[in-house]
């Protein structure tokens, strides 16, 4: 098998440096997050995407280089991340009847 | 003994892994998967009942906020420290690796704390699973807040003791011992958490059991396995805090 030639848990030239960059980019995000927040720049239903794309950023972030996701094979990343988004998204299928609720009326 | 065993890396006797790193690791990132999709639920029920409720109600002032960004940046700061702990343990050095877990730990228990004492201040104001003091009509507020965020300070708890395991191994058993008596003692006899620290206790008597029943040295790759958990529970914070706190701002 081909997969027989690969050396497992691949060797990769560990610097301290990229994770204290991380940590400082997601400090700063959380700052940026409050700081939206607190001066309510957005309309709620904005606010609330625009937090969630920040979240999603700062999650990448720590799946990628805290989790060591970014440095393991193609085949575990996608898989992984596929079977996550794929679960996760079923669940909020749901999510446009909260919004029916509030404007549309309950029949 | 299987540990001992099985080689992982070594061509031979068994195939390569698929995922091409050591099983261990796979079952850790397949636990991380179904938990994700439990907060996920439990994410879902509380932002459902927030964009369905037009009276939400929004508690969280200045002293609130301010005191779950310091919580942000606790877990933050300890998922780097954690990374610097599995650095140290893939170069062998042992106490630079339970001094980076220590820290972690420290880090996580700060959390904890401040979390707790957030969740007193709210149930002061009257904030119950089934009551709602802002809005007597929107009752699952509570209900909503209390298991997410009861959830997530449940899963920081079994992480600063899963790490505790590993960095110090038989010898945490004394300290967690010292720490439930710690917290039932100190804690008002009518507080959640007088109750809650029972957890701990529980937490005990699994510990002793596997530390006994299976005494090992836990090696570079259990560190990282620890790490990953950490790590998860760091990313979930990541979700609640805006959603739960930031979403909820008082403004006056």
Redesign the interface.
Known sequence: ?H??A?????AHD?S?MP??VV?GV??VL??V??V???E?VFT?LH??EV??A??LV??AL??G????LKF??A??KW??MV??VA??TL??I??A???R??NLGVR | MADAVVQHGVSGVYEPSLFGTYSKKIGMWLFLLSDSLTFGALLFAYSYGRISTPNWPTPFGKESIANATIMTACLLSSSLTMVLGVLAAKRGDRKGTARWILATMFFGAVFVVLHAREWNNLIHEGLTPFNNPWAANVPQFGGTFFTLTGMHMLHVTIGVIYLGVVALRKKFLPILLVLWALGFFLTPAGSVFHYGVHVILLAFVVCALVLFLHPKDYDDHDVEIAGLYWHFVDLVWMFIFPLVYLMSTKIV
Request: hydrophobic letters at 65%.
């Open positions: 098998m997969v027989a690969r050396p497992i848990a691949a560990e301290k994770y204290f940590w997601l400090l959380t700052a997050e409050v939206l927040a607190y309510q709620p606010m609330l937090l969630m920040l979240s700062k999650s720590i799946i280089y805290f989790m060591h393991e094979i085949r575990m898989i992984m079977a996550l679960c996760l669940m909020f749901f999510f009847d909260a919004y609720i509030v």
